[in-house]
Structure formats: C-alpha cells, structure tokens
C-alpha cells in the first residue's frame, strides 16, 4: 500500500471534466476559425455556413429559441461569449477553471496558472472585438489549450491522475471529431458527385482543418475525396485526432487506473471501452459507408456516451455500498 | 523613492523613532528604498498583484457575485522585528499556549480551574463555543490547540499586547509564505544583508505536529500515517489557503462527501475504493464536523467522526471544543489562567478588558462608549464590534441596547493607537495601523513560526485590519541577530 498514492473519486472526476472542458474550447475555436476563413473562399451564401456550426455543437434549438436564424455574429456570439450557452467557449473555460480549482492541489502549479490565466483574459474582454481581429482570437484560444495541454504532459507526474486527465481529453475529442465529421458529411452529401471539382474540394478540406489534419491527411493520401478522409479521420492508427487513435489511447488510459492488462477488463467501463477499440481495430471504411456513415457515427456517439456513464458509475461516484467498496479494496 | 515628508503624526512607527530618525532594524531597507528610481517600487507593487491575482491567490467575498474572488491587498514595504524583541514575544506565546491548552483540558475534565475559585463557573457554560460533547475526552498527548495564531498588536506605548488567540481555525498563513516569496524576488540585495528568518519551513512543521498525534496503530500498518485536510470546499473565504497547505504537506484535501466512517474508523472514497484516514486537519467549524454530534442540519460533516474520534481511531486538529477559550470573557482571564496552570506572570500582557456583565464595568462602559471599543464576545472578522472614537451617536445608541440586553456577549477595551508601517499610497508613503498574527504549532512542543501576518488598514486612520474589512498585509522580517551596537 505504500508509496502508491491514493486518487479521491471527487478529484478524479474534476480532473476527467477539466481536461474536458479544455479539449472542448480548444475545438470550438477552431470550429469558428476554420469558418471565418472558409468565407472568404466561399462567396455564396455566407450565413448558410454558420448553422452547421451549431448543429455540431448539438444546441440546435437552444440557439434557434434565443437568436432565430444564424448568421456570423449571432453564432460567434453564441459559441463564445454566451455564459448561458454551458458549451460556449467562456463556459468551458470557466467550468475547466472551476473544476481545476478544486483540484488545484492535485495538478501542477504550472497547469492551474495556464487555466486561470485565460479565463481571466476572456472575463476582462469587453465583448466581441471587431471582425478583423477575430481570427487572430480563435487562434490564441486554440494556442493557450495546446499549451495546456502541453504544460500537463510536461509537468504532471504521469500516474494515474494524469490517466483521468488524458481520459477526458481523449473521449472529448473523439466526440467532437465525430460530429464535425457527422454535419459536414451530411451536408457535403448531395455534392458527392461533383468530387474533385473546386468547391468540394475546398469544402472538405475545410473539414480536415477543423481538426488540424488537414497536411496530415496530405502526406498521407495527396487528393481529397471523402472515402479517404473517412478513413483519415475514423479509422486512422495515427493521427492524433482520429476517433480511433483517441479510443486506442482511452482505452491505455483506463487499463493504466486499473492496472488490468490490455485485452482484458475488470470494470464495465473497461469492457465498454475496449468493445470500441475493438470494433475499431477490425472495422473497414467501406464497411462503415456501406452502412452509412451517419447511422456508424451515431452509433459511435451512444457507446462513448455509455463509456462516459461507466466512468462515473465505476470511478466517479461516491459508492451507495461502501461497505461492499472497502472489502473489495481489501483484496486488491 | 525617497521618505521625504513621511509623517509619523503622533503614532508609533515600526520604522522611524519619534524624532524622525530611521530605527536602526530598518537602516539597510530604508537606504535600499531610497536607491531606487523614480516609478520602480510601483512597477514592482503592479507585478505583485498581477502575479497574485493570476497565480489565483485569492479569498472569497460572501454575497459578491461580481466574481466574487479578491486578491488579498499587498503591500511591499515589510514590518521589521528585532531578534531581541522576537525572543521576548517566542517566549511570552509558548507561556500563553501552554497555559491556554492546560485549561482547556482542565475544563473538559476536572474544572479545577473553577472549582477553586479562578474563574466562574458561569463564564464557561455560556461561552459560545464551549462544547459539553467534548467532556472526558482525551486527546492525543492531551493537546487541543495544535495551530493557534494569536493577534498581537503594539500600543502607543511601545508595548505589545495580545489582543486575541484565535484558537479555533485561524487562517492567513499561506499569505505569510507567498508574501515571503514575493519579497524575495522585490528585494534580494536586502535579504542578503540582514539575515532574515526563513518561514518556508512551515508545511513541513505543520506535517509533523500533525503526524506527532496520528493513532499509534497508524505507525504499524504502514510507515507513515495518512493526513488529509478537511476543506468546506471551494466556496469557502478560505479555500486558497487550503488547497495551499495541503499541496505544501502533500496530503489529499478532502471535503466532507469524501470521507465516511465505518466500524469506528474514517475513510475517504478514492477511485481503488476505501482508504483509512488518521490524521484530520480540519479547517471546518465544531459545528459542522459531525451531524451527529454537533448541528444536525449540517451538509458538510461526516456522521459519526466524533465518535471515531472519541475512541482514539482518528486525530482531530484543532480538537473540537478548543474555542471555549476564543470568548472574549474568557480572554479577560488568561493572566490569572497563567498564573494558575504556570505559577508565573504573564509575559505579553493582555489589553485592559472590561467585562459588561460586572455591574461596575457595565457602568463604566455605558459612560465612556465614545472612548472605548466594544465587541461581541464571540465574533471574529472584525464584525459585532463598536470603535467609539469614530462613531456616531446613533451606533453607540444601538450598542448601549445590545449592552444591556445581553451584557455577557459584550467586552470593552480602550481603543489603542496601533502602531504604524510606512505603506505605498499612490506615489507616496503614508503611515497605517498594522498588527501581527504569529502562528504557533503544538505537537511534540511548541513551536512559532519566526513572523507572521501582519495585517494592515489600508484606509486612512481606520484601525480594522481584517481582510473582509479593507485590510491588506505585509511581509514581516524577524531578525535572525542582534543588531550590532
């Protein structure tokens, strides 16, 4: 028992929505930033690019209850600034704060200055600055949360509360790139059969650059077309941002809290994640287009969200029995 | 930055004599002040707060909702403590201690203390946070006051008084640290000359005073014994200070939900299940520790922590009950407690207390309210208090009532001069009242932390230091030698 410190369940769980809350910010940013510059390629319809934008936030009705229609302001308003909206981007980085204050003594000092340093920038900021200064916005929001992220694989002894951090930067990204993947298909779809010509191509190239994969997925494939990007962004081994590489790391994770070896489960989140990885080891993309992407991806979206509810059932949660708890740490 | 024009105005002053001369504890500081150039001593305040506020060193403001966290004001001129003069104090607060802890112990015991006729039997059941659950019990080493930071300040008179003792949680010592490391890096080429006392030690003493009381059993099991903090969690005034310290210690902050008590003993949730928990620092109130002993509609303790407690399973610090020594009616006592337990005279003395409930006092208080301050005897944060030079007719009406109506729940002292320090004011150095709040621990022995908080009224001629009062603080520099001759 000694040497090994022990992990309160309370603090995990901050830790788990921290690391969250960060990854989210980070994705919405580049979500609008990726946007705004898409416009200027884009001249038709300007605001018809703005809905989608909500649709992968998932407050569709939300936001058409409080603003109506999108257009570029209301939606940057909207993802941003709005504190009522608990996935804006202020919030986000108001409930990583909230929660990274709570486990202030747990992460690193260096992690915690980073946290608040920018929730403290975005509170003093009197509102949404003039159009030409918002790419340049995005971009340091997007550039604060690498260094986060940085700054906790640098400073945070890599143990198992490290894991719970890496657990929620993990499953949220794998949640986001799948519903940026999910709209943006969907609404590319009718244009399937004009591929390769240069709308398309700008359009889906604008996909990858959400996700920062956009050179990657050059290297690795040369031309757009969207079977390849499935591909890249489902199914890839080693893109950092792909569902399965961020599943494969997940799945590390959870097997490093337990100790459990990999293959293998104790707890049925463990089993739910490992499922995933799974499927996603063995699976091909023209497997997953002959199904139909957005029924996988829906799919995808009600396992994540399965292994999520595990993780708070099986770590989280202060246990209903805990006489049932303490003999089972007895034996371990 | 120069002194020119710095008034003492008839007041103490921790830096300058009454003729104006620096005293020669500050010399070294004073010339240091004065070297620098024009804007360079406020360039260094502005980074102090900045760094504060983005390092989050804040305190909470009840019924803020403006983002409700502060920075705790600032202010880099130090107060300067000879080692002579340190001694003296060391000595006096380890006398006090000890004599308060053997009360407090005699109290929840024999009460030899009244029986003999020392102090009225009275005075202790109505004091407010006496605890009848704490009768019999016997903490470990019989130690109840483990961290104790007692406010001192210093008159006109060039004395130092103990003003109170603050037995039950008090706080601030994290600002003692950070200030420190503040000062350093404003002021190096000064530390290197004048052989400052270091106060980084503090989270390592704290560890091991709370070590020192952990279950024998605890040693047995595994090498070391585990202790955590016990925080009312992060909406609490307080809450930096937790999380602070228990970083420092490397011990787990815990909130009530994360501990339960089973078979006796205390255990906190972890995410591999139950752990045994020894040692609790506890930064939550008596009456919130445990439902079941103390307030029963509290959310924040853990039902059935005294009992473990009583049965030696787990240690407390602060013990439970230690407060009954934080009334100001029994504050009046001390001296003669002193005298009792230690057979000797008090070495600080405690300012003149006149108790409301002696019909004599009473008189004499009613009389002279626009001279005196009157305070509740069981309130802290500078709330519940009367400063009868600067108050109006109408506020000394309302204190005469509350007086008469509940005398016990009223003291009254005259109202000191506190002493003065030199403090940044725009582009100038204006003298304020300050006092100093010196923690001590208790675990093997008595040990005080060589400084402390000092606290200073920020707004002109106000005597109220506390934070949620318009106070900031200072570092405070005691001396590690004599100063030569």
Not at chain 1, 25 to 54: C, K, M, S, T, Y
Not at chain 1, 320 to 330: E, K, L, M, N, W
Not at chain 2, 25 to 40: F, N, P, Y
Not at chain 2, 357 to 384: C, F, I, P, S, T
């Amino acid at each position: 028992m000694t040497g090994d410190t022990a992990l309160l369940s309370r603090v995990a769980d901050s830790l788990y929505w921290m690391a969250r809350y960060m990854e989210r910010a980070e994705n919405v940013a580049r979500f609008i930033g990726v946007n705004l510059n898409l416009q200027f390629d884009l001249p038709l319809d300007p605001a018809g690019q703005w809905q989608p934008l909500i649709d992968t936030s998932g407050d569709t009705a939300i936001f058409l209850e409080r603003y109506g229609a999108a257009n570029q302001s209301n939606v940057i308003q909207f993802l941003t600034y709005d504190s009522d909206n608990l996935n804006s981007i202020f919030s986000c980085l108001r409930a990583a704060r909230e929660n990274a204050r709570s486990v202030r003594e747990t992460i690193s000092s260096e992690m915690w200055a980073q946290v608040n340093s920018m929730y403290l920038q975005m509170q003093a900021q009197p509102g949404m600055p003039e159009p030409e200064s918002l790419p340049e916005l995005f971009h340091s929001i997007r550039l604060g949360c690498h260094m986060f992220q940085g700054i906790t694989d640098a400073t945070m002894t890599h143990s198992e509360a490290w894991h719970f951090v890496r657990l929620g930067r993990k499953l949220e990204r794998a949640d986001k790139t799948s519903r940026i993947l999910d709209v943006k298909y969907f609404m590319l779809l009718p244009s399937l059969r004009d591929v390769g010509t240069p709308y398309d191509d700008i359009q889906w190239s604008a996909v990858l650059k959400s996700v920062s994969g956009f050179e990657m997925y050059r290297k690795k494939f040369g031309r757009i077309h969207p079977r390849d990007i499935v591909d890249f962004l489902v199914m890839d081994r080693e893109f950092p941002r792909s569902i399965h590489y961020s599943i494969r790391t997940a799945d590390e994770s959870i097997h490093a809290v337990t100790g459990t070896p990999m293959g293998a489960f104790t707890w049925p989140s463990e089993r739910l994640t490992g499922l995933l990885r799974a499927e996603l080891d063995f699976t091909s993309v023209d497997q997953i287009l002959r199904e139909g992407l957005h029924d996988y991806l829906d799919k995808l979206q009600v396992k994540m969200n399965a292994i999520d509810r595990g993780l708070s059932e099986d770590f989280f949660a202060a246990a209903p029995d805990d006489r049932a708890v303490a003999v089972q740490s007895q034996r371990s | 930055m120069q002194f020119h024009g710095y008034q003492t105005e008839g007041f103490r002053d921790e830096m300058f004599d009454e003729s104006g001369s620096v005293r020669p504890e500050a010399k070294l500081l004073v010339e240091t002040i004065c070297s620098l150039e024009d804007g360079q001593l406020q360039r260094c305040q502005r980074a102090a707060e900045r760094l504060l506020l983005q390092l989050g060193i804040t305190f909470n403001v009840y019924g803020d909702s403006a983002g409700a966290e502060r920075i705790f004001p600032f202010d880099l001129i130090p107060r300067i403590v000879r080692a002579e003069e340190w001694e003296w104090i060391e000595r006096g607060l380890k006398q006090r201690i000890h004599a308060l802890n053997e009360f407090i112990d005699d109290i929840y015991h024999d009460q030899k203390i009244v029986k003999d006729g020392v102090i009225p039997e009275e005075v202790i059941r109505s004091a407010a946070f006496y605890r009848p659950q704490c009768i019999g019990i016997n903490p470990p080493k019989r130690v109840w006051c483990h961290i104790t930071g007692t406010d001192l300040v210093r008159h006109g008179d060039g004395q130092i008084y103990v003003l109170e003792d603050n037995l039950r949680v008090p706080s601030g010592v994290s600002y003692v640290l950070e200030n420190r490391e503040l000062m350093k890096r404003t002021f190096p080429q000064v530390f290197e000359g004048l052989h400052v006392r270091p106060v980084d030690d503090y989270p390592s003493n704290l560890l091991a005073t709370l070590e020192s009381i952990a279950p024998p059993s605890s040693w047995q099991k595994s090498q070391k014994p585990t202790v955590v903090l016990l925080t009312p969690g992060m909406y609490n005034s307080a809450y930096f200070e937790h999380s602070f310290l228990a970083q420092k210690m490397g011990v787990q902050l815990v909130e009530g939900r994360d501990l339960a008590v089973l078979d006796g003993y205390v255990w906190m949730r972890t995410t591999k299940g139950l752990r045994k928990v020894d040692v609790i620092y506890r930064r939550i109130d008596d009456d919130f520790l445990d439902p079941e002993a103390f307030r029963p509609d509290s959310l924040l303790g853990v039902p059935g922590l005294v009992d473990a407690y009583r049965a030696g399973n787990v240690a407390l610090a602060n013990a439970p009950g230690n407060g009954v020594a934080d009334d100001k009616v029994v504050y009046a006592y001390v001296p003669e407690m002193i005298r009792y337990y230690e057979g000797a005279d008090a070495i600080l003395p405690n300012v003149p207390t006149f108790l409301c409930w002696r019909d004599q006092d009473r008189r004499h208080v009613l009389q002279n309210l626009d001279k005196l301050v009157v305070k509740a005897a069981n309130e802290a944060g500078g709330y519940g208090m009367l400063v009868g030079p600067h108050s109006t007719e109408a506020q000394r009406q309302e204190f005469a009532a509350k007086i008469e109506t509940n005398p016990r729940n009223y003291i009254a002292q005259p109202t000191l001069a506190l002493s003065r320090v030199p403090t940044l004011v725009n582009n100038n150095f204006e003298g304020r009242h300050v006092d100093l709040r010196p923690y001590i621990l208790y675990g093997h022995d008595i040990t005080v932390l060589p400084g402390g908080l000092t606290r200073v009224a920020l707004r002109k001629g106000s005597l109220v230091v506390n934070s949620s009062q318009g106070g900031g603080s200072k570092d405070t520099w005691v001396l590690a030698d004599p100063l030569a001759k």
